[in-house]
């Protein structure tokens, strides 16, 4: 089972104060300093998310998520008394996203990246992909694209960001027992999805405020097969 839930914040502004009242989780906000309104409502949107996919798709309540969910040593979340539970959440930009399921699962959506990418290329990234990016029409995009499957591999892994892993080359779709796989969601947009076991097709639910609000899913989805 393959789920994930996308919500596009556009002018989503006027939703912060409801969702504070909704669902609050003291570990997931804890010492956290909001210089903007967007990543205060990106975070609250993110906890609603998990509430709604919890709820919908593991039948787990509210209260007990709040007395379930903890944080890894490298700041990943999961509940501890559901070890079959998977989830992870990322956002850039407009986009929120929380993916679910029974494997171990990571996810990062990342806005395509401005800064220095060739300087961050070649310190982090493994022989075989400069090479393929030096190739490309479209290095920015490719390497955000590259990043995001980076990123996605080591959140599944539960290990956080080190130099071993990010030097790992995540072209092809497998690695090690991990499976990748790379969507854009938007021309300026990519996520990527890591499981460890085979990537079924994805149910995809794109959230409205009105969904968020009131806890319930949308009557249709995408499915979107890799």
Not at 66 to 81: I, S
Not at 115 to 144: G, H
């Amino acid at each position: 089972m393959f789920t994930e839930l996308l919500f596009e914040l556009d002018k989503s502004e006027i939703i912060i104060e409801p969702l504070r009242n909704l669902n609050n989780y003291p570990v997931l906000t804890k010492d956290r300093n909001y210089i903007y309104p967007l990543d205060e409502l990106r975070m609250l949107v993110g906890q609603r998310l998990i509430t709604i996919g919890l709820n919908n798709f593991f039948y787990i309540q509210q209260e007990v998520i709040q007395t379930n969910l903890v944080r890894d040593h490298f700041g990943k979340p999961f509940l501890k008394d559901y070890p079959d539970v998977n989830f992870n959440v990322s956002h850039s930009g407009v986009y929120v996203g929380c993916v679910f399921s029974t494997m171990r699962v990571g996810l990062d959506i990342q806005k395509v990246i401005k800064l220095d990418t060739a300087t961050l290329a070649d310190k982090f990234f493994a022989p075989e992909e400069k090479a393929y990016l030096q190739q490309s029409t479209a290095y920015k995009i490719e390497f955000t694209r590259l990043w995001t499957r980076k990123e996605a591999l080591c959140k599944a892994l539960g290990t956080g960001l080190n130099e071993t892993l990010l030097q790992m080359s995540v072209l092809n779709d497998l690695v090690d027992e991990h499976h990748l796989k790379s969507q854009q969601l938007a021309d300026s947009y990519w996520q990527s999805i890591c499981s460890k076991g085979v990537l079924q097709p994805i149910k995809l639910y794109k959230m409205s405020q009105s969904d968020l609000l009131s806890g319930k899913l949308p009557t249709t989805y995408n499915t979107v097969e890799y």
